[in-house]
């Protein structure tokens, strides 16, 4: 009997960028620090960076929220690597002052690590 397991997810590794930020909860890579856009934004559970990409991130389905600044389409996103939720994407603004939002990944402080390369 041929016995089946779950098939794991292949891991990208951002081999080729000095600076990188990390889950904290499994050290999988999530961002290239060029990516990060602003370290101004509030998640859910505190402070969180906006990204323009990432890796090694799920996305589950789009839902609207009223966030802060307004109404939203945003969709959880998830570490692929320990499935903890890490924060959200921007599938929709609908203010057009909102709208560089869109495509765009918030990940909380709280759920990364900067890895290689950082100045303390």
Same mark, same amino acid.
């Given at each position: *009997?041929? =016995?089946?397991? #779950? %098939?794991? !997810?292949?891991?990208?590794?951002? !081999?080729?960028?000095?600076? =990188?930020? %990390?889950?904290?909860?499994?050290?999988?890579?999530?961002?290239?620090?060029?990516?990060? @856009?602003?370290?101004?934004?509030? +998640?859910?559970?505190?402070?969180?960076? &906006?990204?323009?990409?990432?890796?090694?991130? +799920?996305?589950?389905?789009? /839902?609207?929220?009223? &966030? &802060?600044? +307004? &109404?939203?389409?945003?969709?959880?996103?998830?570490? /692929?690597?320990?499935? !903890? !939720?890490?924060?959200?994407? $921007? /599938?929709?603004?609908?203010?057009? %002052?909102?709208? $560089? #939002?869109?495509?765009? $990944?918030?990940? /909380?402080?709280?759920? *990364? @690590?900067?890895?290689?390369?950082?100045?303390?």
């Amino acid at each position: *009997m041929v =016995k089946l397991s #779950k %098939s794991k !997810t292949f891991q990208a590794y951002l !081999t080729n960028c000095h600076r =990188k930020y %990390s889950c904290v909860h499994c050290r999988a890579h999530l961002a290239n620090h060029d990516e990060l @856009i602003s370290k101004s934004f509030q +998640g859910s559970q505190g402070r969180a960076y &906006l990204f323009n990409s990432v890796v090694n991130v +799920g996305c589950g389905p789009a /839902e609207e929220r009223v &966030l &802060l600044t +307004g &109404l939203h389409a945003v969709a959880d996103i998830y570490c /692929e690597n320990c499935k !903890t !939720t890490l924060g959200w994407k $921007y /599938e929709h603004a609908f203010e057009s %002052s909102q709208k $560089y #939002k869109e495509g765009k $990944y918030i990940i /909380e402080v709280a759920h *990364m @690590i900067k890895d290689n390369g950082w100045e303390e």
